[in-house]
C-alpha cells in the first residue's frame, strides 16, 4: 500500500487510518511525497522524524501498488499505478480552492467556483475519473457531488469521520488531558483556534491569542493556540514562535502543528476559531464556540461549515472578552446549530471499520479478524507555566486573601493595568522591563533572594524556595517571612505579604495559619516571621540556616 503525503495535514490525517493496516502482515506501507502542495515543506522530516523513509515521487511513480491512499487531490495521482483512494484532509469538503494555476472568477461572476474535492476540476483529469474510490463523512456532501460532478457519485463511500471518532473515543481521558493542558478544578480551558489564509482568524487577528489571554484571570482560564500545520509550513516555527512571543507571555501556550489540538479539544471548555476545520470539531464535540473570524466567501454555503458560520456566535472585538466568554457558556447553544454539527459524519463511531472495509476491498484482500478501533488521542506532554510577569490584586479580610492574577502582558496590549495591581516577575522574564518595574522578583532559590533585591533599587520583595514546601519572602529592611505550603503558591504568597505591609498591618500578625482564595479554589499557607543567621552561605558552608526554623 502507498501513502501519498502532500504535507504535514494530509499525513496525520494519513497516520489515523494507516493503523488499520499496521497488525496485518500481509501489507506492507510505503510513503511518498508528491512536490505538488505550496505547503510541502516540512512534509519529509515530519515523517523522518517517525521513523519513515518516503519513496521518491518519481520512483513511485514507476511502481505498482496494490492501493495508494492520500488525503489531498493536488498534483497528478493518475501516474500512480494502483487503485486510488481519496479521503478528506479536513472535516469533510467546504472551502472554495481552485485548481493550482486556474484563474479565480471575477466578482460577481454566475458560475460558482470549485469547491476542493468535490468540483469536477479535482475529481477528473481530460474527462477520466482520478480517483476509484472517494470517501465521504456525511451524506450531505454525497448530494453536493451528485450536482457537481456526478461522474464521481459511483466511486464515492460514505465511511464516517476517523480523526473525529477518535475524539470521540478519548473522551474519558477528558481529565488526563485537562491536567496535562494545565487546567484543573473549575479553570476553564480555552482552545484558540486558526486555519490557514488570509482570512482566517491568525491572518486577521494575529494578536487576538495575546489580548484574549492578557484579560483573563490567570486562575480561572487557560488559553491554548492551535495554528493549522499550513501556517507553520508557509511561515517557518522561528516566525510562528517569533509573531507569538506576546502571547507566550501572557501564558498562552502554542500547541504543536501536528498533533495537540484534538485533546485540547476533548479538554475544552470553549472555542474561539473560524471557518477552519478545528473550529467545527469543537462545536461537534459539543464545547461551546465563537467565531473571531468568519469569511462567507471561501467556504460553499451549503456545506456544513458555510451553515456552520452563520449560526455560530460571533466574538465582538469591541466588547470585554471575559464577559463574552462567560454568556457564551451561560446561554443555551443556537438553534439549530446542533442539526448543523451533526454533518460532521453520517456513520458517528463507525469510521474505523467502514474505512478499513474499504482498503480491503480495494486490496482484493479478506479482512482481519480483529475489530477496527479508532486509537485515543495521546496525552500531551506536561506544562504547568505560568506567565513570568504577574499582575496581582489582593484583597485582604483577617486572616483570608482573595487573590485575583493577570499576565502583566496585559499593560502591553491594553496600555494599563487593574486599579490596585502590583507587579510580580520571575527573574526567567526576558522582557526587561518588567523586571525594571517589578514590585515582587521571584527566584528559584532563596539563597539568591537578598542579592537580586539589592540589585533593583525600586524592587520592594524577593521571593524563594527553602526546599519543596517551603520558601522565604524578605524586603531590604532585614525583614524575613518563611512560608510553608504548596510550592506554587510562593509568589502568591508574597503578594499577600506585599498587600499585608502595604496596607500598613503588623508585620507580626502575618503569623499564623492564612486563607488564600486563587479563582474558584481555596489554599491555606502557614506564614511566620523569622530571623535568619547573618550570611548563612559562605563559601563552602552548607545553607542550614535557610533550611531551618529561627
Same mark, same amino acid.
Given at each position: 500500500m502507498l501513502?501519498? &503525503?502532500?504535507?504535514?495535514t494530509a499525513a496525520t490525517r494519513l497516520l489515523d487510518v494507516a493503523e488499520l493496516v499496521g497488525g496485518d502482515l500481509r501489507v506492507q506501507t510505503t510513503f511518498t511525497v508528491p512536490p505538488y502542495s505550496a505547503f510541502v515543506d516540512g512534509t519529509e522530516q515530519? @515523517?523522518?522524524d517517525l521513523g519513515i523513509r518516503p519513496l521518491p515521487w518519481d520512483v513511485a511513480t514507476t511502481r505498482h501498488f496494490d492501493l495508494a491512499v492520500a488525503a489531498s487531490h493536488g498534483g497528478d495521482l493518475r501516474k500512480l499505478d494502483a487503485p486510488r483512494m481519496i479521503i478528506p484532509h479536513g472535516m469533510g469538503y467546504n472551502k472554495y480552492l481552485l485548481e493550482p494555476g486556474a484563474r479565480s472568477p471575477e466578482p460577481g461572476a454566475r458560475s460558482p467556483e470549485p469547491v476542493f474535492g468535490l468540483s469536477a476540476e479535482w @475529481? @477528473?483529469?481530460?474527462?477520466? *475519473?482520478?480517483p476509484s474510490s472517494l470517501v465521504l463523512s456525511h451524506a450531505e456532501q454525497l448530494d453536493r457531488l451528485v450536482r457537481d460532478c456526478a461522474d464521481a457519485a459511483g466511486v464515492a463511500v460514505l465511511a464516517g469521520d476517523p480523526c473525529l471518532d477518535r475524539m470521540l473515543a478519548s473522551r474519558p481521558l477528558r481529565a488526563v488531558y485537562r491536567r496535562? $493542558?494545565? #487546567? &484543573?478544578?473549575?479553570r476553564r480551558l480555552v482552545v484558540v483556534s486558526s486555519t490557514w489564509g488570509e482570512a482566517s482568524l491568525f491572518g486577521r487577528y494575529p494578536d487576538l491569542p495575546a489580548r484574549l489571554a492578557a484579560n483573563l484571570p490567570l486562575d480561572d482560564y487557560r488559553v491554548v493556540l492551535a495554528l493549522h500545520p499550513n501556517v507553520w509550513q508557509w511561515h517557518t516555527p522561528w516566525q510562528i514562535q517569533v509573531w507569538t512571543e506576546s502571547a507566550h507571555r501572557a501564558g498562552v501556550r502554542l500547541l504543536p502543528a501536528a498533533e495537540g489540538w484534538r485533546a485540547a479539544l476533548v479538554a475544552a471548555d470553549l472555542v474561539v476559531g473560524d471557518h477552519g476545520s478545528v473550529t467545527f470539531y469543537g462545536a461537534a464535540l459539543g464545547v461551546p464556540t465563537v467565531l473571531a473570524a468568519a469569511p462567507t466567501d471561501v467556504v460553499a454555503p451549503d456545506s456544513a461549515i458555510g451553515r456552520f458560520i452563520r449560526l455560530a456566535p460571533r466574538l465582538d472585538h469591541d466588547r470585554p472578552y471575559p464577559e463574552q466568554l462567560d454568556a457564551l457558556l451561560e446561554r443555551p447553544a443556537p438553534a439549530g446549530l446542533a442539526s448543523v454539527t451533526a454533518l460532521a459524519t453520517s456513520a458517528p463511531e463507525q469510521a474505523m471499520s467502514l474505512v478499513r472495509k474499504e482498503f480491503y476491498r480495494l486490496l482484493d484482500l479478506p479482512e482481519p479478524i480483529w475489530p477496527a478501533e479508532p486509537l485515543t488521542i495521546p496525552v500531551p506532554?506536561?506544562? !504547568?507555566?505560568e506567565p513570568g510577569a504577574q *499582575? &496581582?490584586?489582593? !484583597? $485582604? #479580610? !483577617?486572616?483570608?486573601?482573595?487573590? #485575583?492574577?493577570?499576565p502583566a502582558e496585559l499593560v502591553r496590549v491594553a496600555h494599563g493595568m487593574p486599579r490596585g495591581a502590583h507587579l510580580s516577575v520571575d527573574v526567567t522574564e526576558p522582557y526587561r522591563v518588567f523586571l525594571e518595574l517589578a514590585e515582587i522578583v521571584v527566584v528559584p532559590d532563596a539563597r539568591d533572594a537578598a542579592a537580586v533585591l539589592a540589585s533593583m533599587p525600586g524592587c520592594l520583595l524577593a521571593v524563594g524556595m527553602l526546599d519543596a514546601r517551603s520558601w522565604l519572602v524578605i524586603d531590604a529592611t532585614g525583614l524575613e517571612v518563611r512560608c510553608t505550603g504548596d510550592a506554587a503558591l510562593a509568589r502568591v504568597c508574597a503578594s499577600v505579604v506585599h498587600a499585608w505591609l502595604t496596607s500598613g498591618r503588623d508585620p507580626e500578625e502575618l503569623r499564623g495559619a492564612l486563607s488564600l482564595g486563587l479563582g474558584a479554589g481555596t489554599h491555606v499557607v502557614t506564614v511566620e516571621r523569622v530571623q535568619l543567621p547573618p550570611d548563612p552561605l559562605r563559601v563552602g558552608d552548607e545553607p542550614a540556616g535557610l533550611g531551618d526554623d529561627h
Open positions: 501513502a501519498v &503525503v502532500h504535507n504535514v515530519f @515523517l523522518a @475529481l @477528473l483529469d481530460d474527462g477520466e *475519473l482520478i496535562a $493542558l494545565g #487546567t &484543573v478544578g473549575d506532554p506536561d506544562i !504547568e507555566r *499582575l &496581582v490584586r489582593v !484583597e $485582604l #479580610t !483577617e486572616r483570608r486573601a482573595v487573590i #485575583t492574577r493577570y
